[in-house]
């Protein structure tokens, strides 16, 4: 019988994931660049666990702190790529996070002492580091789809704390090596990056998959009315009710919050606030709501398959349409199209849902009157 240790199964499991990510996105190379170079750090780190504790290939292990020392850097780089509106973290500001690795190389060359210590404070720092990030919530991620903006925030919230429990492992192996001469620490190490890196892997694929590559198209149309970020958040939030009604924006399956703040002239962060206080919801519900109305036209007016439905109203993903579904309707799109049919109530039906709460008050109204002609003519 064939032994394959579970580290380079694990390898194997993440070029799979590395793969995939490649395929979903022919530009994936060019949008997802820190996500991809993440996955093949987390499969490169398999590999030389495997090597060192399953074979004993002591001439890679000086390896494993140099690449960990990579990843703690290419996940906080990655994760901040999806909050960079229309950019592309510049050089000067990525080859700061070089500093570990080149730390460590030193030290595997020179002294090796401080090494544990390094490794520990750098999960730890990236760690609070991510987790801080989590703070201002989904919509934080402006580059990411907001198809699968919940999924990507999941992802990072999930990456900073196994971030800091691997940090806290680090200590769990110091102490062994102290207490026992490193008699658990093979154990603990392929444990723990057994379970662990094909899981970040995982995450990673899913936060890399939904950053959206900026395109020379998603600047904002100089017809469009332009808001300067001192006005009130009722004149922000027609806008983009403007924007939603006159364009159909949220037909776009690749919309994030960076595209919609181009269109609109204003920082992502004022989009983002105005939505939640004008509607009282996440911006990626606010869209949400308005692909589920579609939805909802196409499901009582076409005999279209539930999947081209999907499609149709913005939708990438079914499990998204059919959760958000449910939080609109409180049903199935099925069970919703079949009770539709058989009430025969018709657009009515689609009416009588609250899908969009409107913000009220004659501000509101005006500058929604007003873009709404504006956007209407550039069309």
Excluded at 68 to 77: E, G, H, Q, S, V
Excluded at 152 to 167: G, K, N
Excluded at 337 to 351: C, D
């Amino acid at each position: 019988m064939i032994f394959v240790p579970l580290p380079f199964v694990s390898a194997l499991l993440l070029l799979i994931l590395l793969v995939q990510m490649m395929r979903r996105s022919q530009a994936a190379w060019c949008s997802n660049p820190f996500f991809m170079l993440l996955l093949a750090a987390y499969g490169a780190q398999s590999v030389v666990i495997g090597f060192h504790w399953d074979y004993r290939l002591n001439a890679l292990a000086p390896l494993q702190p140099v690449l960990a020392a990579l990843i703690a850097p290419l996940t906080w780089l990655s994760f901040r790529s999806l909050t960079a509106q229309g950019a592309v973290l510049r050089w000067r500001t990525v080859w700061p996070h070089l500093t570990p690795a080149v730390l460590i190389l030193f030290f595997v060359a020179l002294w090796s002492g401080p090494i544990d210590l390094t490794l520990i404070v750098v999960f730890l720092g990236y760690g609070l580091a991510l987790l801080w990030l989590t703070r201002e919530g989904p919509d934080v991620l402006v580059a990411s789809q907001l198809d699968g903006v919940l999924r990507s925030y999941r992802s990072l919230q999930f990456t900073a704390v196994s971030l800091i429990v691997s940090a806290l492992s680090d200590i769990i192996i110091s102490f062994d090596f102290a207490w026992t001469g490193g008699a658990h620490s093979g154990a603990v190490v392929a444990a723990f990056n057994m379970i662990a890196l094909p899981v970040l892997g995982g995450a990673a694929s899913l936060a890399g998959a939904t950053a959206v590559h900026a395109e020379p198209e998603d600047k904002a149309p100089t017809t469009a009315p332009a808001l300067e970020t001192t006005q009130g958040d009722a004149e922000v939030a027609a806008a983009l009710d403007a924007l939603m009604v006159s364009r159909q924006l949220y037909k776009d399956t690749e919309l994030n919050l960076g595209r919609i703040a181009r269109k609109l002239n204003v920082p992502a962060r004022r989009v983002s606030s105005a939505v939640n206080r004008i509607h009282a919801m996440s911006l990626s519900h606010f869209v949400n709501n308005h692909r589920i109305r579609e939805a909802c036209r196409l499901l009582a007016t076409t005999d279209e398959p539930v999947t081209n439905v999907m499609f149709e109203s913005g939708f990438l993903s079914k499990s998204n349409f059919n959760r958000e579904f449910l939080r609109v309707k409180g049903v199935s799109p099925a069970a919703w199209r079949r009770h539709n049919r058989q009430s025969g109530t018709g657009g009515a039906f689609i009416g009588s849902a609250a899908c969009l709460p409107n913000a009220k008050g004659p501000v509101v109204d005006r500058a929604f009157a007003t873009l709404h002609t504006q956007l209407g003519e550039d069309q």
